[in-house]
């Protein structure tokens, strides 16, 4: 049996997965495109990121282009966080075929 | 389900958002649509040739309007990705932009090695269909599946006219085929397959994910 307890539950929420899973794969994303690629509600991403941002796995910078935007990107925190929730999920999957 | 299905399926799912989040379209409908009315164009300046000027284009004359093309292609390509990326609020010479570069460059300096030696109509007619299915393939990690399947109309269609265009093309009695039969297969390549392209991306609302204007939302953290 699996101890479930080394992943970390934070990361392990589906919404919070996917935030963590697409700042992953591009450094600097604007609000408004995560909202689009993860098809969440305002209220639902703000949550998640807010979540993310209190534990340290996520940074964000306002900027005023054409109008105030603001953009996320992982810490290196939030990066390592993802590559061990990735390690665990690996090692469960080998653990299985061994 | 077991403790290793879960795993795997929690690692399919962030696979599969990984690769939609670096899809990155590198031809946009709007710039299919312009390559494929420029190749139609291409076509009727050779018909125009040999039917009204009574003197078929000439090796050098084809080129030249091919290049010219290719140029106005890419240029117009060139203001589609810069407006998309300043839409999006990212740098022109994105991450997307750099991977699709990277991929392209092998299988271009053989375009531009080739173009230079070779200088058949026909020749270069092939090179170019064969050449450019195999470059938009080498984006096929991160590029939509309509991209894909151009490529591989590309790959296939230039290949399938390597092994056959004596047969298909070339009149009883000649050598090769004259410049306005090779136009017109450049037409119906470049210029029917990216206006079906256009069309599918447009009838499937691919590009619409691709192009979503920023709002003003309640966005603090």
Known sequence: MFDFDRLDKLIHEKGRLAIMTVLAVKPDWPFQDLKAELKMSDGNLVTHLRALHQAGYVAYRKEILTRPQTRYELTKRGRKAFQDYLKVLEEMVRSAKS | ?221
């Open chain 2, 1 to 221: 389900m077991s403790d290793p299905d879960y795993a795997a399926q929690q690692l399919r799912v962030i696979r599969s958002l990984m690769e939609r989040a670096t899809i990155y379209r590198s031809i946009s409908a709007p710039t299919a649509l312009v390559a494929g009315l420029l190749s139609l164009g291409g076509f009727a300046l050779a018909y125009y040739a040999k039917h009204d000027r009574h003197h078929p284009l000439s090796q050098k004359e084809f080129l030249i309007v091919w290049l010219v093309i290719l140029a106005l292609t890419g240029l117009t390509n060139l203001i589609f990705l810069w407006r998309g990326s300043a839409q999006r609020g990212e740098p022109f010479f994105s991450s997307g932009m750099k991977c699709a570069l990277m991929s392209l460059a092998p299988v271009l300096l053989i375009v531009i090695v080739g173009t230079c030696l070779v200088q058949r109509p026909i020749q270069l007619a092939m090179l170019w269909i064969t050449f450019y299915g195999l470059a938009l393939l080498a984006m096929q990690h991160f590029a939509p599946r309509s991209l894909i399947i151009l490529g591989i109309t590309f790959l296939l269609t230039g290949t399938t006219f390597l092994l056959t265009w004596k047969h298909l093309f070339v009149p009883p009695g000649h050598g090769e085929p004259s410049a306005l039969v090779v136009s017109g297969i450049m037409a119906a390549t470049f210029g029917g397959f990216h206006l079906a392209y256009a069309a599918a991306v447009w009838a499937c609302g691919e590009d619409r994910d691709e192009s979503v204007p920023p709002t003003n939302g309640s966005e603090n953290v």
